[in-house]
């Protein structure tokens, strides 16, 4: 093939690349058939194209570039984005030279063998006898390079190839240049389609998990990555909150994160300066917590949700990638994250007021039975179910306390539809002594304040573990019920399902209730003495008479 047959082969494909590059919402697509045309036009061995658009330099001086995309046309193999550090290469003795050579000439070219000996490695490394380098602008702007190399022959390019080359990378940077708008244009569109669905979702009565793995699911339409979390501050005595999505084993890396982010450096300096967090490689980042399955994460992006000048929660991205996330993914995940806030809030809020009208209808329906003409132990099963209801636990208990034999009975329980795996034994009649059998402090029932007990608490006593054991109970609250300073018994709340946090509002509906369970006590009490009162009345009278009987007898004699 002479030269000029080979120039005009290689200007109808750079006429065909033209054509197919420009396409900005099919640029990836079709970069293959383009660099398929012009590599083998150009005879030549391979083209490499690297990303070097923020200039970060490494600690040696280097500078880093992203392998973005590679054409070999000895396998016919095409690679977008190499995986992991082995796209990574790091530009150093020949990189202010070559930056002079294509600042003054735009482009640099020759033999391996012309070349400085300390610039030789990287070529003989990898095979090249001859090397053509041609910027790539975005604007003003460097975004990086396309290389050509000839691993055949020491060829020397012609001015018309190397024409014809630049011509090709300014397509390139118009075709970035393109994709960018377009795809800025398909966010700005997903953007405002997740916000207008996170508007819905408040009015959907979803739990914030729900409403979370709604977000997340939303979000993997807009942003690429590997696993995603949203965590939240916890407020007074709520437990911390967190939902991953991606991970292997998520319930096992949700139960971690929840003790480990507690103490993240890096979410306490977030809640500080309520700045976003971005990091190319996490096993650089400062204060960076490992948690089960993220052993092969490698870009980490994190922004803080913000409501009334507070962090509230932090929305979290992670690859597996090295440095994949970008500034503009860093703006978007920002931008989402004040309207995340915004809706999980208002779902708090919601959720805030659905318990207080709960715990009013609840309070108010243990009143009303309280001063219905229902028996004792029919008012204190209708409590227990509303203790146990109320808050959604796995069994509730009221037990009275009978003083003169030093004894407690169990007089009403409630047992769960969905308890755990095992088989619930009831407990109702059960009398044990009191407080000799009581396992644990009963000085909370003496100053009238309720308790809670965790099973994996360190101080928790031996005893009273085997015996929370014994019944599968992870967590237990108990109420005291005290009228006057009278104490009448105590109420217990058992969560076996799992560790329980109660939280403040679930505790003051608790205790509304057990209140009303002490009431009933008290009534039953002075409706006995009333009783006795009565039947004494009524005795003294009968006695009265009978003694007025007998006196109007004696006086006929």
């Known amino acids: 093939m002479n030269r000029l047959t080979s120039q005009n082969e290689l200007l109808a494909a750079y006429i065909y690349a033209s054509q197919q590059l420009l396409i900005a919402n099919e640029f990836e697509e079709r970069l293959p058939q383009a660099f398929d045309r012009i590599g083998k036009a150009l005879d030549a061995t391979r083209i490499n194209v690297y ?10 001086g280097s500078i880093k ?58 070529m003989e490394a990898n095979r090249i006898l001859s090397i053509l380098i041609v910027p790539i602008y975005i604007g003003d702007v460097r975004w990086g390079i396309i290389g050509f190399d000839d691993c055949e022959y020491e060829r020397v390019w012609s001015d018309v190839e190397i024409d014809i080359l630049k011509g090709l990378a300014g397509l390139m940077g118009t075709a ?26 408040i009015g959907e009565n979803l739990s914030r998990a729900d409403i979370v793995q709604r977000i997340l699911q939303k979000l993997k339409q807009i942003i690429t990555f590997d696993t995603s979390s949203v965590y ?38 977030m809640s500080q300066d309520l700045q976003s967090v971005i990091s190319p490689d996490v096993r650089h980042l400062d204060g960076w917590i490992w948690v089960p399955g993220a052993s092969d994460l490698r870009s980490f992006v994190a922004a803080p949700m913000v409501y009334r000048k507070r962090m509230i929660g932090t929305l979290m991205l992670d690859s597996k990638q090295v440095d994949f996330f970008q500034e503009s993914d860093l703006h978007l995940i920002e931008t989402l994250a004040q309207h995340v806030a915004i809706t999980l809030e208002n779902t ?31 008012i204190l099963a209708e409590l227990a179910k509303q203790l146990g209801q109320g808050v959604d636990a796995t069994s509730a208990y009221i037990v009275q306390l009978q003083p003169e034999t030093e004894t407690a009975v169990i007089v009403a329980e409630y047992i769960s539809p969905q308890p755990p795996a095992h088989k619930f034994v009831s407990s109702l009649n059960l009398v044990y002594s009191f407080p000799h059998d009581y396992i644990g402090d009963v000085t909370w029932l003496d100053k009238g304040i309720p308790y ?28 005291p019920l005290v009228v006057k300073g009278q104490a009448f018994g105590y109420a217990q709340i058992w969560q076996s399902r799992h560790r329980r946090i109660f939280t403040e509002q679930q505790v003051s509906l608790c205790v509304g209730i057990a209140q009303q369970a002490a009431i009933a006590f008290e009534n039953s009490a002075l409706f006995t003495e009333q009783e006795q009162q009565l039947r004494l009345s009524k005795t003294l009278q009968q006695v009265g008479s009978l003694l007025t009987a007998s006196l109007k007898l004696n006086e006929l004699y």
């Open 348 to 378: 708090r809020l919601l959720e805030t007021a659905q318990q207080e009208v709960a715990q009013k209808t609840a309070i108010l329906e243990a009143s009303t039975a309280v001063s219905s003409s229902l028996s004792l132990n029919d």
């Open 51 to 60: 990303r070097q658009e923020y200039q970060e330099y490494l600690d040696d």
């Open 452 to 479: 809670i007990r965790h099973i994996d608490a360190s101080d928790l006593p031996e005893k009273l573990r085997k015996h929370m054991q014994l019944y599968d109970g992870k967590s237990v609250l108990s109420l």
């Open 176 to 201: 970035i240049a393109n994709g960018r708008l377009y795809q800025a244009e398909q966010q700005a569109r997903q953007r405002a389609e997740l916000i207008r669905d996170l508007s819905r979702l």
């Open 65 to 122: 570039a992203w392998h973005e995309y590679s054409w070999r046309s000895y396998n016919d193999n095409f690679l977008i984005r190499i995986p992991s550090e082995q796209g990574i290469i790091h530009y150093k003795t020949r990189t202010n030279r070559w930056d002079s050579i294509i600042t003054q000439q735009g482009h640099v070219q020759g033999i391996t063998a012309d070349f400085p000996v300390e610039e030789r490695p990287f």
């Open 232 to 269: 939240l501050v916890p407020r007074g005595s709520e437990s911390e909150f967190i939902t991953v999505s991606g991970f292997a084993d998520q319930e096992t890396t949700m139960r971690e994160a929840k003790q480990l982010l507690k103490n993240s450096p890096i979410l306490y300096k």
